[in-house]
């Protein structure tokens, strides 16, 4: 069944996920923008920059690499590697909930303390984190499938991070940077 998934919907798959790949390019940027304007509102004592361009890249990387995981998928035809690749897959996607966590809550900290997000952003992130974590629980367990890796929580934790991540980035170019 896995493998008649991915080759039925091979093309679309591959390049939706070779776009989310891509898309860690101009998330790098936002990054580092983001990390700056921490670093230069908290002044020269200040660690919440660092600690957000820390924990962003470290997150960033492990989602970059689940992803590149499952580029594998469609290219495998026998049904054993598929299964593992799949499962190893999905797990480590659940995962990524935990690699978002610090970044969530270094950026919901850094608003709290420099004002660099409007303040509705510091609960946000503290959801958003918590959603992360729940996500991540989906890497210990394949039941209930709700939970489990891959499944519905895996996919809302995805999808709230990075429409967290995009709410900051329009509101990153919307906002002149604080003096």
């Known amino acids: 069944d896995i ?3 991915y080759q039925s919907h091979r093309v679309g798959f591959l390049v939706g996920n070779y776009l989310g790949i891509a898309a860690f390019f ?3 940027v ?3 923008v983001r990390a700056a304007r921490v ?7 200040g660690w919440l920059g660092a600690l957000v361009l820390t924990t962003g890249t470290f997150g960033y990387a492990v989602f970059g690499v689940s992803l590149m995981l499952f580029q594998v998928l469609p290219f495998l035809v026998d049904p054993k590697a598929a299964e593992a690749f799949h ?3 999905s797990v480590w996607f659940a995962l990524d909930g935990l690699a978002a966590v610090p970044l969530v809550l270094a950026v919901g900290w850094a608003t709290v303390r420099t004002g660099m997000l409007p ?3 510091a609960p946000a992130s503290w959801a958003v984190a918590a959603l992360a974590l729940l996500m991540s629980v989906g890497g210990l367990t394949d039941s209930p499938a709700w939970l489990a890796g891959g ?3 895996t996919l809302l934790g995805f999808v709230a991070f990075f429409a967290w991540t995009g709410a900051i980035g329009v509101v990153m170019l919307r906002r002149p940077v604080p003096r």
């Open 3 to 5: 493998v008649a998934w």
């Open 26 to 28: 101009p998330g790098f």
């Open 30 to 32: 936002q990054l580092a």
């Open 39 to 45: 670093r230069r509102l908290e002044g020269p004592e």
């Open 87 to 89: 499962v190893l897959g």
């Open 119 to 121: 303040r509705g952003f």
């Open 151 to 153: 499944g519905p929580v």
